[in-house]
């Protein structure tokens, strides 16, 4: 929430920021005085509260390409990030190569302009190609460039209204008293000024780095390179966040590039005997050995690291305000080691148990979701005890509405349906994974068959629902799929329990790990970027929470629907008893649900009538707030409030009410203003609903039922994983069918391509064959004790 107030700050005028921004930097203040002589912060999701920050800019982000020069696009998108921060209200150090690539661009172009021009013309056209520039000495060219520089860096803070100073630093400063709190006082006052200080060693006179000197204990580090130079600075200057940006993505337990190198989301002390170093970057004195060395030594300082990618172009213009947002970037260095698995360790874990899983007998399968509903009923007086917990706790904390209280509750009636739909399930899975589609002879001896498999690893993002886990759960066993499940704090406790109910069902056959329940701090936006572990998400939850998913989730398929604006036209040939308890049904049995209706469309010819009339009257009955169109809007002389957009989803007695002139003005208007949920006609003329039902554009279009009808449980689907609006894919009710995918099986009898080639001895036949489902094998005995 303070984030969020500090984030207005930066798109404030000057006048307004300097009266808010030092009371939102108060605020600041006071966390970080409040873990002041405390340890690094633990988690990703706390650094959010850093108030002094050090931005260590390596020479591969600073520099171009070719070495020689800046790279002033990337350079601009970092200044542009540190001043937004700093206008936040937090404390930020730069410390930053680039002196000696910038100055051996200008001692090159000077160089070449030396030369003298009676020598370039006696050397003759053809060989002033043929000039060389000298190699130059990096503290000439740290001379030359550092003015320039900072002069760059000034005018790029400028353009943000703020201040920035220069200070050039060595070892001796840091390793003489006198010096070392000299340069603390400097930039103590210059932070208090709201002043960034812009700090580099002093390449120009500084001596080489003594071999063997990086780590001496907690006082002293060697500043051999900016590695160890922000490194001691931030734990000098008691900063709370140390944010490193290189050329490459973060840590990797080998060197990058390699096959099987992965990406460290988390680094913990103990870890470094496990990880091998690549090459150093293209530039610069360091490398990864030095970056992790002095990562470690400002951890153990009270310092947080992350080493992160500065050069990427689609994130270098928000790499650093993602790492102080508690995003997962880079590579976050922490002193406490959780006590289970990350999620990425979770997910290996899912995917590789969940493989076993889909090559159980289907009558494993079935024996596993049975046993869970068993457990379900048998386990209810644990499970509603920690219900109860959780109930508690969300009614004294008061954040809750009502509807959201009456889905975390759970009750035995709850638990006993529950334990039914999954039997249902239980049932369903004997013929869906492995279940043959198509059969073709291709040629002779050379068959191919279509057959279902799952789709692999399953992410469900559920809300404040605890009866969601043990559905999609039940789902994902009899469709053969792993799962990662992140539900909502208000019912961890219950969500414990169910889950570790699913695990012991699942450990019948011994695949218990292919159910896990992600239960540490993950964002679910950092969830959904792990796009090479996950292959489907599915939201369960608000519209809101499932557009938050469908934007962060740029990699990986999202199943589900972000609104449900779902109409009702009643065609000019309805009639009154149906259209009646369609439209109380569809509206007012239960408003919240996404395949209630929201706009309701009546043709022209119906209103002054008393089938309108009694429209009405009911909708008022019921308590329903009416909006009116533009159009319904015109037609009368007082109206209600008229609605401000025709995209509206209410979730509460609340509905639009439209005029249109025809059946085909309601299918251009739905498919305007509809959201492809579920859309609903009602009319006696078959013609006329036949039209609807072909044009309309909607996952579930309905003649002369209700809109609530679109319901996995109502289409006898069993239990639903969600209503998807998507074009691909599951569309519609989504229930075990949607988690299942298809993979293409050839047997042949070595056959070639070569064998149907022009000059070939074999011909195509393409013949399509009965569709035999394969008898499932026969299940090892079982040995009696």
Known sequence: ????????????????????????????????????????????????????????????????????????????????????????????????????????????????????????????????????????????????????????YEAMFTQYSTCTAQVLVTNLDFHDDQKRRNLNSTLQELLRMNIVPIINTNDAVVPPPEPNSDL?????????????????????????????????????????????AKLIDIFYPGDQQSITYGTKSRVGIGGMEAKVKAALWALQGGTSVVIANGTHPKVTGHVITDIVEGKKVGTFFSEVKPAGPTVEQQTELARNSGRTLAALHPDQRREIICYLADLLVEKKEEILAANKVDMDLAVNAGQLSSALLNRLSLSPAKLNSLAIGLRQIAVASQDSVGRVLRRTRVAHNLELEQITVPIGVLLVIFEARPD??????????????????????????????????TQEALDIHGVKEAVQ???????????????????????????????????AAKSIPVLGHSEGICHVYIDSEATIDKVIKIVRDSKCDYPAACNAMETLLVHRDILRTTLFDQIIDMLRTERVKIHAGPRFASYLTFSPSEVKSLRTEYGDLE???????????????????????????????????????????????????????????????GAEVGISTARIHARGPVGLDGLLTTKWVLRGDGHTAADFSEHGTMKYLHENLPVTQPQPRQMAAQSED
């Open 655 to 717: 509905c639009c009410i439209e005029v249109v002139d025809s059946m085909q003005e309601a299918i251009d208007h739905i498919h305007r203003y509809g959201s492809s949920h579920t859309d609903v006609i009602v009319t006696e003329n078959e013609d006329t609903a036949e039209q609807f039902l072909q044009q309309l554009d909607s996952a579930c279009v309905f003649w002369n039922a209700s809109s609530r009808f679109a319901d996995g449980y109502r289409f006898g689907l």
């Open 517 to 551: 329940l992600v239960s540490t701090r993950e964002e679910v936006e950092d969830l959904c970027r792990l796009d090479k572990m996950i292959d489907l998400i599915i939201p369960r939850g608000s519209s809101q929470l499932v557009r938050n998913i469908q934007r």
């Open 1 to 152: 929430m303070l984030l969020q107030r500090l984030s207005l700050c930066a798109g404030l005028p000057r006048t307004q920021r300097t009266i808010i921004c030092p009371l939102l930097a108060k605020a600041l203040t006071q966390v970080s005085l409040a873990r002041a002589n405390s340890n690094s912060f633990a988690h990703r999701g706390e650094l959010r509260q850093a108030k002094r920050i050090v931005v260590k800019l390596g020479s591969a982000v600073v520099t171009r390409g070719d070495e020689c020069g800046l790279a002033l696009g990337r350079l601009a998108s970092v200044v542009e990030q540190v001043a937004m921060l700093q206008n936040q209200g937090r404390e930020m150090m730069i410390v930053t190569s680039g002196a000696v690539a910038f100055g051996k661009q200008r001692l090159r172009h000077e160089i070449l302009l030396s030369q003298s021009v009676r020598q370039a013309l006696h050397s003759g056209h053809n060989q002033l190609k043929d000039m060389s520039v000298p190699v130059l000495e990096a503290r000439a060219c740290a001379a030359a460039g550092q003015s320039g520089l900072m002069a760059l």
């Open 468 to 501: 969601c886990l043990p559905q999609v759960s039940a789902l994902a066993i009899a469709s053969g799929n792993a799962l990662l499940a992140k539900g909502g704090k208000e019912a961890a406790n219950t969500n414990r329990v169910l889950h570790e109910l």
């Open 216 to 260: 001496q204990g907690v006082n002293v580090i060697s500043i051999k390179d900016n590695d160890s130079l922000a490194a001691r600075l931030a734990v000098e200057m008691k900063a709370d966040l140390l944010i490193a940006l290189s050329d490459v993505e973060g840590l990797y337990d080998s060197p990058p590039g390699t096959d099987d």
